[in-house]
T-cell receptor
Framework: KAGVTQTPRYLIKTRGQQVTLSCSPISGHRSVSWYQQTPGQGLQFLFEYFSETQRNKGNFPGRFSGRQFSNSRSEMNVSTLELGDSALYLC?????????????????FGPGTRLTVL | SQKIEQNSEALNIQEGKTATLTCNYTNYSPAYLQWYRQDPGRGPVFLLLIRENEKEKRKERLKVTFDTTLKQSLFHITASQPADSATYLCAYHNAGNMLTFGGGTRLMVKP
């Protein structure tokens, strides 16, 4: 079974630009979550999509948005890039079972997209 | 606010010894905790999940404990090997399918 794939793997942008990152989940997985990882803040949850609907959202500004397609593939968009947006962006897929704190849904992470904002 | 904390200092141990990593949480009572391994430049890989009613969980050389009184989970690697060198993260699910991660502890196993 193929794992989670993310494209591109590396990206360099300048301040003010916008960027779109892509994630293809494991076949059969309906939930895709996005995380931002930085040395200072660690891994932080951005949002989760399930069946083309945003199901949960973290504490990030509206410049960060996403969507999910009918084949469960997901894209994440960041507009008006800032230097602080430089990070490793990780996507994780899961079956999507369970929505509460008792969920045991294992998440499978992709290799990430390394975004550098100059 | 809910917090989950790990020792940010790297843990250096000799090959063959047991590595013990700590995860503490506050202002929340997770039903279970998960542990992940992350290698440089790669995404986290799921290792183990332990539920609040389980005191201990094992998988090969890995052992996780969960003490709800101390609000702490310990992650042990026995007979450690240089290949175990990585960053280890603990996490729990908040409402929904959202994972809250600790900052991770970097483990270095020296031959």
């Amino acid at each position: 079974k193929a794992g989670v794939t993310q494209t591109p793997r590396y990206l360099i942008k300048t301040r003010g630009q916008q960027v779109t990152l892509s994630c293809s989940p494991i076949s059969g997985h309906r939930s895709v979550s996005w995380y931002q990882q930085t040395p200072g803040q660690g891994l932080q949850f951005l949002f989760e999509y399930f069946s083309e609907t945003q199901r949960n959202k973290g504490n990030f500004p509206g410049r960060f948005s996403g969507r999910q397609f009918s084949n469960s593939r997901s894209e994440m968009n960041v507009s008006t890039l800032e230097l602080g947006d430089s990070a490793l962006y990780l996507c994780a897929s899961s079956k999507g079972q369970g929505t509460g704190g008792t969920s045991t849904d294992t998440q499978y992470f992709g290799p990430g997209t390394r975004l550098t904002v100059l | 606010s809910q917090k989950i904390e790990q020792n940010s200092e790297a843990l250096n141990i000799q090959e063959g010894k047991t590595a013990t990593l700590t995860c503490n949480y506050t202002n929340y009572s997770p039903a279970y905790l998960q542990w992940y391994r992350q290698d440089p430049g790669r995404g986290p890989v799921f290792l183990l999940l332990i539920r609040e009613n389980e005191k201990e969980k094992r998988k090969e050389r890995l052992k996780v404990t969960f003490d709800t009184t101390l609000k702490q989970s310990l992650f042990h690697i026995t007979a450690s090997q240089p290949a175990d060198s990585a960053t280890y993260l603990c996490a729990y699910h908040n409402a929904g399918n959202m994972l809250t991660f600790g900052g991770g502890t970097r483990l270095m196993v020296k031959p």
